[in-house]
């Protein structure tokens, strides 16, 4: 697998050809608008963004637990990059939008595309100066780790608000934001406890061990915060009881496959994880937490189908290809993860 | 913090000698003081009294506006208990060490601001001696209460969390008063053997402790997100403009605990000056307290930036309409002062000096305070005095019975705070103890 | 031999203990007092984890039961439709399931705490027993080791 660590100008070159890759699949190979660039970038923008975060937060709150996970989750913010130039692609896809058939101050096709672009670029930008002076222990970097955490909060919030909600225009729900950003720094914890049981499987080591346990009781509390948050918006609308309100749950509630998804989705990112990691021993058996951790993503996943679905189609063949390649992606990423942290240094 | 060439046995007496100084010899501007104090809420009950016996029209509500200052204060008082458990609980859960100075004044507050906060409904029920009607017992008019009613969980989720508070409370506060117990004599003595149960410190009588303490912290943790949750949901399970929104639940929580800090930082710095607790509530701990308030000022203005950006984004004219109206309309001096208190003045703790300066900060949750009393009238009140129907619209002043219930009330949770000062360990010594141990 | 050590230092006091254990006194023979919890001192004595959570869970899910019992049962026993909603209502009703799963849990924990530490003592609140500061180990029952 040593093959797989690549020297920075090479990394450039492969996420290049990736990228180029899922945009000729976007614009070429596969006719008729679909959503899936946009649940692409949905998706892996919160798998890219919520390890940076993590560390980030840890470092404002001086958590001394994920120390010896540092680089491992800092090697993907090159990412940020990679998503925000994915991102500008958006635009030969945006007629998924109906919002681009009337006129809109905020929702007009140009400025949707301009500030989500520079938005992300900024975020990695900051990311850029956070890791770098987080790795040399330099003392602006809890400032930065802030300020990164800010435009990592306010991304996540336009991906949820502009993204994803704008699908349902005019639908609004203000837990939108809160709900992503939040799910953005679920899915960082649970690709930590990734990391830190595989680490574990190939090698015992205490400290590793104790980032997995400190992994996973955070994903146990942050199972229970999302699950406050999905029932507050819940029952805010079901209680309201507005017709252009419940309308958006109640298509996709009385329909299948919609219906078993909800279902599923509570069960992945709020039931399973908190009866999986209640007890002290689950926390500690690498197995059990890589279960839990790779379910959490893949519910993350059935979420944002559970509100693009209904909307607009998805060409799965396709799809499955674009994760394949953005796994690949992360993985290169990650072995490489020495190179690019040395670039950054 | 323990000097490192102290010996543990002499940091602790030292420790003991110290804080139970606090409990000794009140001096007549202590007895001014909560005299005043019980002046004010004396007015403030003799005002309830008055209110029931000539009516709810002494009060300023009426329609459209029917909830108040009674209301704004109800919903302040809650938040204010809220950054107790916050501190008491959560942290601990975090293990940040720093909460260990400030738990125990902060659960005090906790439990008096419940008790405080408790009486307002009671107050805006207008006919208070039927409160008992909003508990479901079997009855003769064979009625059960309404579980669909966001009042009525209201009751539920008010009632657990002051059992809960005062039961963390007191449990964390059994090994002090034996300590209390044994530098006592007379009748004092007697008083502190029954509340510290008989405590010895055996191994048993810790092993539990800690179990129960850390299941205690597990619990209110959710258990406080919950609580001003329903307090949200008071309003946002209704569909007035303003009122009805998703978000409303993490923002109020998020609120609630920065009023709250802003609370703890207003009682425990002249407290912390009164008592010459400088060595051990230190600079360092307010600096992290200070980063709490900071931290949750900026969740509030997130959640005020997407509530009015949404209202527009949506294009539904009633929350357009509202949002405008807030700022530009009646209230919109309350609404300016509230984004200045809340979202402005906190933002200067970025600055590490600001943070470090007690004086400072002490003022700053001065504003703090005020800033989030504006916020919740300004939710309140503005909804609801111009909602949909234009016929239906009407502006509220509250009149004097509401003024001298509030400052009542204020009177009440100082009186309670002074008197819990002289009556008991202000700081947990224990844990102190335990920690410079390590 | 002396059968009660009292020490200022917990390093002191845990040495002695372990010293104590290895040299063969029976653990449940040890008593000791401590001003704070020492979990270490746990450790060397081996005792078993407190019971308290089990006072905790079962508190817990008869709260949670007990929560979903009480609203349901009224709201059928005089089904009223109330706002649109069903007559059972669950999102509404898990509100007061929570509020009371966690009421439950805790005054029931509580009460297990009580119970299990033997508090309150009558005996010891007439007349205290004071360990000051000290780190205190008392052997019991020597002779019959």
Redesign the interface.
Known sequence: MSSLQLRPAMLTIVAIAIGVLIVLIETVLQDGSNGNLLLVLAFWSALIQGPVAVVAAAEISLGKWIKPMKKELLTFYPLILFIAILFIFLYFKIDIYKWTEIDHQWLSKNFFILRNSILLLLSFILAHFYVRASLKGKSERGTLAVLFILSFVLTQSLVAYDWIMSLDYPWISTMFGPIFFLESFYAGLAISAIIAAFKLLKNNSEDIRKVMRDSALFMFGIALAWAGLFYGQYLVIWYGNIPWETNYFSVRMSHSPFREMMYLVIFILFIFPFIGLVSRKSKFSRVWVLIVSFSILGGLLIERLFYILPVIPLNGLWLVIEFILMTVLMIIFYRSRKEILKYSE | MKPKEM???EY??SL?RDILDALRNPRPIFWLAVLVCAGFFAIGMATWVYQMLKGMGVAGINNPVGWGVYITDFVFWVGIAHSGTLISAVLFL?RAKFRNVFNRSAEAMTVFAVMTAGLYPLIHLGRSWLFYWLF?YPNQR????????PL??DV??V??YF??SA?FWY?GM??DL?IV??YASGIRKRIY??L?????????????????YM??AA??T??V??VH??VS?DF????VPGW???????YFVAGAIFSGTAMVLTLVIPMMKIFRLEKYITVDHFDKIAKVLLFTS?IVT??YI??FA?A?????KFEEAHFLYRAIGDYRYLYWMMLFCNSLLPLTL?IRKLRRNILYLFILSLFVNVGMWLERFVIIVSSLAKDFDPYNWGVYVPKWPEVAITLGSFGMFFMFFLLFTKALPVLAI??I??EA?E | MKNKFSFDEKHKFLHKLEELVKSGVSTENINIFTPYPVHEAEEILKVKPSAVRLFTLIGALTGLLFGFFLTIWTSLDWPLIRGGKPIVAIPAFIIVAFELTILFGGVISFIGYLFLSRLPNVEKISEPEEHGNQFVIHIENEGKK
């Open positions: 010996k543990e046995l602790n007496q003991e975090f479901p064979q009625l059960w209460v309404n579980f669909q009613s009525v969980w539920f989720a009632s657990t059992t809960i039961i449990v059994v090994p034996a117990r044994r053997s029954i510290s149960l008989g405590w010895t410190g055996s191994l048993r009588q810790w092993k539990h402790y800690s179990r129960l299941f205690l619990f209110a959710p258990l997100i919950s949750s329903v949901w946002a399970m209704s569909i009805h929104t998703t978000i409303f639940a993490p900026v997130y959640s997407v509530e949404l527009f984004y949506g294009g539904h970025f224990t844990e103890k335990e141990a």
